[in-house]
């Protein structure tokens, strides 16, 4: 016997009725971003390795450890995307999109590829949906962003998440911060590979989660204490914004994200029933990426939601579904003389806007009532040979159990309002 193939190691699928859930979230996340007139774009999901590189930063994890990276037939290298805000930048600068209206929104949804080592929410394959505004350093855009993200999980029924938010300062400011921090870490007593990755980016020690670094970390200075004037007035606008949008957040100044392009404002949305995996969606200002990438200087800010993590969350909040049964009506021939008016009334409930299905094979009654009820669907509409005679169906609640004679005709005015109930009522 040979063995069964399997899906990649680390990569999640999301079946039936379970999909459903997971297309839910996608909108739902979505949906504030749209609201807002956010764009669509609609990116490769493989680029040149070396705008990652370059955009993302070389000595983060992301591009350093995790990248799917493949030489082309032509010799090439090319990366999976291992996250979204570099090939939205490098779409702008191509399609000259700066050149309009700005600020330029756009958002997106798709798998994102980091060969993590996989774990409950940590997966290979993972799933976001993303918001950038483009060319705009106005605080209100910053607040809208993040409000935008935190409608986002409101909108998928979370309420326990916290965002964390902070102001990494900005090309005038940081340097001096960097030279202090490297300064504080030179002192420490750490091992080789920790004073190498302080010399790369000695903000990331700030993150590291052993208890003896940790330890040593206690009078780091922090970036908070150290913005320029600029960046200070644009954090206080920022956070005046959010509160006039009634924006709950805690001030998180050790904040450290995975990726290089942050400036200025920060954040994170954590979630604390997802144990190490916590984080749902984050995001943040790249005022230098565009230039970086060898566009304009052109500023923006934008944040990935996880899609995989938001359902988990959903999950341990306990919450309903928010995707309604695959089906709402069930339709059962019973004989062969119901088998061309059930094809007719299936097509008509159809065209009405009521996702319905039928027995297939003919099985009899009973068969048929196990299979509607498996179904989710909320009606039964049986029809047999009286039935037929008289232009008539039974449509039978599956919910409450009665059961009434209707007329063909009526059949779409009785389970109308039915449907509409189980998808309003979540
Ligand atoms: P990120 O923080 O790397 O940001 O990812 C955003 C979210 O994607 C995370 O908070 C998490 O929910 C989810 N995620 C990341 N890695 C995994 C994984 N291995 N398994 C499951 N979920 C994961 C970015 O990607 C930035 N591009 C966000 C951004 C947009 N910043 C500015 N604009």
């Given at each position: 016997m040979s063995a069964s193939f399997q899906a990649p190691k680390g990569v999640p699928e999301y079946l039936p009725p379970q999909s459903g859930e997971f297309l839910a979230v996608q909108v739902a996340l979505s949906r504030p971003a749209e609201l807002a007139g956010y764009g669509y774009i609609e990116l490769p999901v493989f680029e040149d390795t070396s705008l990652f590189a370059r955009g993302v930063g070389e000595s983060t994890d992301v591009v350093s450890k995790e990248m799917y990276t493949f030489e082309d037939r032509g010799g090439r290298s090319l990366s999976l995307r291992p996250e979204g805000t570099a090939g939205v930048m490098r779409s702008v600068i191509e399609h000259n999109l700066h050149r309009g209206q700005l600020p330029l929104k756009l958002r997106y949804a798709g798998p994102f590829f980091r060969a993590e080592r996989p774990q409950k929410g940590r997966y290979r394959q993972l799933q976001q949906v993303g918001a950038e505004a483009i060319g705009s350093d106005d605080p209100r855009l910053d607040a809208e962003v993040v409000a935008l993200a935190d409608a986002g999980f409101r909108g998928c029924g979370l309420t326990q998440f916290t965002l964390l938010l902070t102001s990494l300062g900005c090309a005038a400011c940081r340097p001096a911060y960097r030279a202090l921090l490297t300064a504080f870490l030179v002192d420490l007593d750490l091992d080789e590979a920790t004073r190498e990755r302080a010399r790369l980016n000695p903000l990331r020690v700030l993150d590291d989660k052993r208890s003896s670094v940790q330890a040593q970390l206690g009078d780091a200075p922090l970036m908070a204490d150290h913005l320029c004037q600029e960046c200070r007035q644009h954090y206080d606008e920022v956070r005046h914004y959010l509160t006039v949008m009634g924006v709950a957040w805690t001030e998180q100044p050790r904040l450290v994200r995975g990726l290089d392009y942050y400036t200025r404002t920060t954040f994170e949305f954590s979630h604390?029933?997802?144990?190490?995996?916590?984080?749902i969606g984050g995001g943040g200002r790249y005022d230098g990426l565009m230039a970086a990438l060898g566009g304009p200087e052109v500023s923006g800010i934008g944040f990935g939601l996880g899609v995989d993590r938001t359902l988990l969350a959903r999950e341990e909040e306990g919450l309903p579904a928010l995707a309604p049964p695959l089906v709402t009506a069930f339709v059962v021939p019973l004989g062969p003389a119901a088998d061309d008016p059930c094809v007719r009334l299936v097509d008509r409930l159809r065209a009405a806007g009521i996702a319905t299905t039928s027995t297939f094979g003919g099985r009899g009654l009973k068969g048929s009532m196990k299979a509607a009820d498996r179904s989710g669907a909320r009606w039964a509409v049986i029809v047999g040979e009286d039935e037929v005679a008289h232009a008539t169906a039974q449509v039978k609640d599956l919910t409450t159990g009665e059961q009434h004679t209707v007329p063909v005709d009526e059949i779409v005015e009785v389970i109308h309002p039915g449907a509409i109930d189980r998808e309003g009522g979540h």
């Amino acid at each position: 016997m040979s063995a069964s193939f399997q899906a990649p190691k680390g990569v999640p699928e999301y079946l039936p009725p379970q999909s459903g859930e997971f297309l839910a979230v996608q909108v739902a996340l979505s949906r504030p971003a749209e609201l807002a007139g956010y764009g669509y774009i609609e990116l490769p999901v493989f680029e040149d390795t070396s705008l990652f590189a370059r955009g993302v930063g070389e000595s983060t994890d992301v591009v350093s450890k995790e990248m799917y990276t493949f030489e082309d037939r032509g010799g090439r290298s090319l990366s999976l995307r291992p996250e979204g805000t570099a090939g939205v930048m490098r779409s702008v600068i191509e399609h000259n999109l700066h050149r309009g209206q700005l600020p330029l929104k756009l958002r997106y949804a798709g798998p994102f590829f980091r060969a993590e080592r996989p774990q409950k929410g940590r997966y290979r394959q993972l799933q976001q949906v993303g918001a950038e505004a483009i060319g705009s350093d106005d605080p209100r855009l910053d607040a809208e962003v993040v409000a935008l993200a935190d409608a986002g999980f409101r909108g998928c029924g979370l309420t326990q998440f916290t965002l964390l938010l902070t102001s990494l300062g900005c090309a005038a400011c940081r340097p001096a911060y960097r030279a202090l921090l490297t300064a504080f870490l030179v002192d420490l007593d750490l091992d080789e590979a920790t004073r190498e990755r302080a010399r790369l980016n000695p903000l990331r020690v700030l993150d590291d989660k052993r208890s003896s670094v940790q330890a040593q970390l206690g009078d780091a200075p922090l970036m908070a204490d150290h913005l320029c004037q600029e960046c200070r007035q644009h954090y206080d606008e920022v956070r005046h914004y959010l509160t006039v949008m009634g924006v709950a957040w805690t001030e998180q100044p050790r904040l450290v994200r995975g990726l290089d392009y942050y400036t200025r404002t920060t954040f994170e949305f954590s979630h604390p029933l997802l144990g190490a995996q916590s984080a749902i969606g984050g995001g943040g200002r790249y005022d230098g990426l565009m230039a970086a990438l060898g566009g304009p200087e052109v500023s923006g800010i934008g944040f990935g939601l996880g899609v995989d993590r938001t359902l988990l969350a959903r999950e341990e909040e306990g919450l309903p579904a928010l995707a309604p049964p695959l089906v709402t009506a069930f339709v059962v021939p019973l004989g062969p003389a119901a088998d061309d008016p059930c094809v007719r009334l299936v097509d008509r409930l159809r065209a009405a806007g009521i996702a319905t299905t039928s027995t297939f094979g003919g099985r009899g009654l009973k068969g048929s009532m196990k299979a509607a009820d498996r179904s989710g669907a909320r009606w039964a509409v049986i029809v047999g040979e009286d039935e037929v005679a008289h232009a008539t169906a039974q449509v039978k609640d599956l919910t409450t159990g009665e059961q009434h004679t209707v007329p063909v005709d009526e059949i779409v005015e009785v389970i109308h309002p039915g449907a509409i109930d189980r998808e309003g009522g979540h």
